[in-house]
């Protein structure tokens, strides 16, 4: 996705309302491994149901969910700076990297060249070389309908 309406969580908050047109998840189970969905809810859909299915109680998960009627493409922030300041905390306390998740309709060039294509619609790719690509991922079973 390019062109993003905001280029910062920072700048987002300003003219977005929490729990109107968006919505943060946060849970710190301790665990060394965060699973993120920056572009969760309506925002890039399904997103956030494959994280937190792959979450689970064992790993952190953090989600932010665009619930706006219309127009959710607008929440979307790049991965890269997305620093909504909750999000930055628990990466920081997490050892490996970030799984990212996004959808497939990108299109090849707007996926990064590790990512691990899982049809129709999902990938995933980890930033970290202790954290092989899709380790997570690919060791659950998680169903992801149309």
């Known amino acids: 996705m390019t062109g993003d309406t905001y280029s910062s969580f920072h700048e987002l908050q300003r003219h977005e309302a929490l729990d109107i047109d968006y919505k943060l998840t946060l849970r710190d189970t301790g665990s060394r491994v965060t699973i993120m969905a920056p572009h969760g809810g309506k925002i890039e859909p399904r997103t956030s149901d494959l994280a937190r299915r792959i979450a689970g109680?064992?790993?952190?998960?953090?989600?932010?969910?665009?619930?706006k009627e219309k127009d959710n493409a607008c929440l979307h922030i790049t991965s890269h700076r997305f620093d909504e300041p909750g999000a930055v905390l628990?990466?920081?306390k997490s050892q490996v990297g970030r799984l990212k998740l996004g959808m497939a309709n990108h299109g090849a060039e707007a996926r990064p060249p590790n990512a691990r294509v899982c049809p129709p619609w999902m990938y995933g790719y980890a930033q970290s070389p202790a954290f092989p690509c899709g380790s997570i991922a690919s060791n659950r079973s998680v169903p992801v309908y149309p």
């Open 57 to 67: 109680d064992n790993y952190n998960f953090y989600c932010f969910e665009g619930i």
């Open 90 to 92: 628990l990466a920081s």
